[in-house]
């Protein structure tokens, strides 16, 4: 049922590159993207706001970097459990889009609830087939991520992030954008994912029996890379109950530094994109004045780094598909040496269908 693997996580992470491929070829033919979504309310798009709850929410997250600038258009994404009490901002052309894995989340189904009751157009990424929240939404995209058991989310998070990259791209499309080079980098991607999966798990496992005995990580990203230091730090938490703090690089030095020392590590994450992994190095520099450990996640080796997990190399926008894939085994990899039960943390449900 495992498939060889000690724990579902793990055969979860090692499936990302299947999951990755059966999502993303679903939608594209000929170098065009398919989606059953009514083209004209897309062209037309003026405004996207993007709700979900936990790491769907990072998903979400991750990928208004590149609605930004692939489109310029303004994207919101807000925490279910919030949003559902604001009043909401919708344009005329507006787009509402909910992200879940189950399907189930009761804030995210509420938040979907609203935005209809404003009369916005509502589209679901989600993985659960014929769930709630697909069949009260508009449009449904479907993640084919397959049944994840385990309750950290990992292959999901992956194939929303693809989802949203594509969705991304319908719309670009329809705009005469020429998508051809994004396209062919996210095809690409399934077989990375193949070809680094063990070498990666091996590298990750070596790290975190060094620091399996730490009780305080910091997570540090800059652009795209922030929401997935919020993720890392999720996975962390959620699985080896060890305290973690994700924070946007630059705000280090306004309050959390005072945090760092040698018993406190640093995973920082730093695509080689400049100007961004140069003012994440900085950083990083910062971090070793405190006497603070680094491990770096990178596609470029920098010497600040007392442990490096090299990444393979893509363009910044795709580094997400890539980064996540350590910060996810780093977490699997610690909670399994301190013995925890991985696939079923305490306190946590697999579909939180309560508010
Ligand atoms: C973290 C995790 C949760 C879920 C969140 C939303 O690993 O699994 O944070 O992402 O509860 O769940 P869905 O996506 O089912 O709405």
Redesign the pocket.
């Known amino acids: 049922q495992k498939g060889g693997f000690k724990h579902f996580m793990l055969k979860e992470i090692s499936e990302e590159d299947e999951a990755l491929a059966n999502t993303i070829y679903a939608h594209i033919f000929n170098d065009k993207i398919n989606m059953d979504i009514d083209e004209e309310l897309l062209k037309k798009t003026d405004k996207i706001t993007i709700v979900?709850?936990?790491?769907?929410y990072y998903a979400g997250l991750t990928s208004k970097y590149f609605f930004e600038e692939l489109l310029s258009i303004p994207v919101n994404v807000e925490i279910a459990s919030e949003f559902r009490y604001l009043k909401p901002i919708f344009t005329q052309n507006s787009i509402f889009i909910a992200?879940?894995?189950?399907?189930?989340?009761a804030d995210?189904k509420e938040s979907l609830n609203l935005a209809k009751s404003f009369g916005v157009k509502t589209i679901s990424i989600v993985n659960v087939q014929e769930s709630t929240i697909a069949r009260l939404s508009d449009y449904v995209l479907y993640t084919l991520a397959g049944p994840e058991i385990s309750?950290?989310?990992t292959k999901?998070f992956v194939c929303q992030l693809a989802m949203l990259y594509l969705f991304a791209l319908k719309i670009a499309q329809l705009k005469g954008i020429e998508i051809k080079p994004y396209l062919n980098e996210l095809m690409s991607l399934p077989s990375i994912l193949k070809t680094e999966f063990s070498r990666l798990n091996t590298e990750v496992e070596k790290i975190a029996k060094k620091y399996a005995n730490v009780k305080n990580f910091m997570y540090l990203g800059r652009g795209l890379s922030y929401p997935l230091a919020l993720e890392g730090a999720?996975?962390l938490k959620?699985i080896s109950y060890i305290h973690a703090e994700g924070y946007p690089a630059g705000e280090l030095k306004h309050g959390p530094i005072a945090l760092i020392d040698e018993n406190t590590p640093t995973f920082v994450i730093a695509p080689n994109f400049e100007p961004l992994y140069s003012k994440t190095i900085s950083n990083a520099n910062e971090v070793k004045a405190r006497n603070g450990k680094i491990i770096l996640l990178s596609d470029k080796f920098s010497n600040i780094a007392d442990d490096f997990v090299q990444v393979p190399n893509t363009s910044y926008f795709f580094s997400a598909f890539v980064n996540i894939v350590p910060l996810q085994l780093f977490a699997y990899h610690i909670a399994n040496i301190l013995g925890n039960d991985v696939d079923q943390p305490r306190n946590l449900a697999k579909?939180?269908t309560v508010e």
């Open positions: 979900a709850c936990g790491t769907s992200i879940s894995q189950s399907g189930e989340t995210t309750v950290a989310s999901a999720l996975k959620e579909s939180v």
